[in-house]
């Protein structure tokens, strides 16, 4: 691929720098104008670098749940990247998150099973593990998300869900609340996970399939609770957690206001409830963890972890 100049370079580096932070930050807007900033850079539009900052943008998007503007962006990168690099089994992956996302579980398992198939492209051991576990791990949170869309009654009573988050730290451990978390997915969330792992992830060749827990550890309600904990932290995360926000502020500062006035059931009944997730067992369970940590660990242990994996780009090109 033909070297970047170094007036080109030096315009790309510092606007990456700053995508990835939007993106970090779930500023999907922001990360979108730096995205159409990087590609008038390019003349190239298959180039890596401008492949890879348009990944960026879309997963945020897809983190923001706008599926159709994902949807678009992944196969639009798909068509444009060479079969067998990174970039192509990332952006298959993550078109796979929006099907599933979109109940359009065949699409999603063909293209899980494309991927698995094919990541021996990733020619390093230790970035295909990563990528691999990455991988595994966001589909079976994926599966759960999925069930949960659309269950319960989608108008949850911040009260109600005040009270009983109120009751379980009173009388739970955080695992058990994460195991009653677990027992309130929808058995067809589980069916969904079995039925991914026996498609497509039971490709995987026999020495990376050790590096995964078994399968009656994945079902166990608390390994399922601990999915559908780091599933609900990652649409959760930016309204809990946005530093400008009022409930923010007052948890960083262990303010009493914060857990008497019902914040944490309010921003979790209203982002559920756009989401179409009414199980309350759930919201409370969330609450009830977020009430009990305090707001630095909680939102650096919450915040998205995103499937590509960064790395140290080399300016040759």
Sequence with gaps: ??????????????????????????????????????????????????????????????????????????????????????????????????????????????????????????????????????????????????????????????????????LLIQRNSDNDILKLIGNSVPASGITLLRDMRDYSIKLLPAPDQKLLPAPEVAEKPLTVGKKTMAILKRICWKSLCAEDSQLYKMWSKQMPEVFDKKYFATSLAVTMGSWRIGIQMIAAGVAAIAMKSSAEVFCSFAKPKQLMIDRTERDEG
């Excluded at 494309?114 to 230790?126: A, F, G, K, L, S």
């Design 1 to 166: 691929m033909k070297k970047l100049p170094k007036n080109t370079l030096d315009r790309l580096r510092p606007l990456e720098t700053k995508l990835k932070s939007a993106v970090a930050a779930g500023k999907v807007e922001q990360a979108i104008e730096l995205t159409v900033e990087i590609q008038s850079l390019f003349d190239d539009r298959k180039h890596h670098r401008l492949l890879k900052a348009k990944l960026w943008a879309f997963e945020a998007a897809l983190d923001a749940n706008m599926l159709e503007y994902a949807v678009s962006g992944f196969e639009g990168i798909r068509r444009l990247s060479n079969k067998g690099t990174r970039i192509h089994l990332e952006a298959s992956s993550l078109l796979a998150v929006c099907f599933l996302r979109k109940k359009k579980t065949r699409e999603a398992k063909r293209l899980i099973r494309y991927v698995i198939e094919n990541v021996n492209d990733i020619t390093t051991d230790r970035t295909r593990n990563q990528f691999q576990k990455r991988l595994v791990e966001r589909i079976e949170e994926e599966c759960i998300l999925a069930e949960l869309i659309g269950t319960g009654n989608v108008n949850l009573d911040p009260i109600e869900i005040h009270d009983q988050s109120v």
